[in-house]
């Protein structure tokens, strides 16, 4: 009697360790993965949801930045319900083999449930793209905006112009005095040479 019962405790212990086994491994919800496209984008790949799975990446090049957004049932897999986190992988990997990560993917591609209804595919059902900050060219426009609203103008309206200043003239009797000057006279004595002439001249 006892060893029947030892027996049935033995059966009961090994059911539970199978069903222990069988039971799905707990789902990779709230789970981020970041990866690099094709062409370097900087990606990452965020997971949420229970049955219907919601899957967010967001990336960013050199000169914009982009998003998509996917839905699906990967857990009617049984692959996925086994070992999600594989099946996450297999996306990333997919996802790293492309130049942009949301342009051409439909649906997210993985090699564990290529059986599994069409319900576990992860669909696109939204997607954007956002323009990098241009406040540097704007500060660049603003500055020049700033120099030429700053430069003064060759000449204000209502100012009289000036007349450029001729040097070396002056009256008549000048003019013929500093010419006889040169004429006659060393050119270091040029001024007083035409001191002197001036002064005959009357």
Same mark, same amino acid.
């Given at each position: 009697?006892?060893?029947? %019962?030892? /027996?049935?405790?033995?059966?009961?212990?090994?059911?539970?360790?199978?069903?222990?086994? /069988?039971?799905?491994?707990?789902? *990779?919800?709230?789970?981020?993965?970041?990866?690099?496209?094709?062409?370097?984008?900087?990606?990452?790949? +965020?997971? *949420?949801?229970?049955?219907?799975?919601?899957?967010?990446?967001? &990336?960013? +090049?050199?000169?914009?930045?982009?998003? &998509?957004?996917?839905?699906?049932?990967?857990?009617?897999?049984?692959?996925?319900?086994?070992?999600?986190?594989?099946?996450?992988?297999?996306?990333?990997?997919?996802?790293?083999?492309?130049?942009?990560? &949301?342009?051409?993917?439909?649906?997210?591609?993985?090699?564990? &449930?290529?059986? %599994?209804?069409?319900?576990?595919?992860?669909?696109?059902?939204? %997607?954007?793209?956002?323009?990098?900050?241009? %406040?540097? @060219?704007? @500060?660049?426009?603003?500055?020049?905006?700033?120099?030429?609203?700053?430069?003064?103008?060759?000449?204000?309206?209502?100012?009289?112009?000036?007349?450029?200043?001729?040097?070396?003239?002056? +009256? @008549?009797?000048?003019?013929?005095?500093?010419? /006889?000057?040169?004429?006659?006279?060393?050119?270091? /004595?040029?001024?007083?040479?035409?001191?002197?002439?001036?002064?005959?001249?009357?």
């Amino acid at each position: 009697m006892k060893s029947l %019962a030892l /027996l049935f405790l033995i059966v009961i212990c090994g059911m539970g360790g199978l069903g222990q086994k /069988l039971k799905p491994k707990k789902r *990779s919800n709230g789970e981020e993965i970041k990866f690099r496209t094709k062409t370097k984008d900087v990606c990452t790949m +965020s997971i *949420s949801g229970d049955e219907e799975m919601n899957v967010r990446i967001e &990336c960013r +090049s050199q000169d914009t930045s982009y998003w &998509c957004e996917f839905a699906g049932k990967p857990s009617v897999c049984r692959a996925f319900r086994n070992n999600p986190k594989i099946y996450w992988n297999q996306v990333a990997v997919e996802l790293r083999k492309l130049p942009h990560a &949301c342009e051409s993917t439909k649906v997210l591609k993985t090699t564990m &449930c290529q059986k %599994a209804p069409t319900e576990a595919l992860m669909r696109q059902i939204a %997607a954007g793209m956002e323009p990098e900050d241009l %406040a540097d @060219e704007d @500060e660049s426009v603003e500055q020049t905006g700033v120099r030429a609203a700053g430069t003064s103008p060759a000449h204000e309206v209502g100012e009289p112009l000036k007349k450029p200043t001729q040097h070396g003239q002056g +009256s @008549e009797n000048e003019t013929e005095a500093m010419k /006889l000057a040169r004429e006659h006279c060393w050119e270091s /004595l040029h001024g007083v040479c035409s001191y002197v002439f001036d002064i005959f001249r009357g």
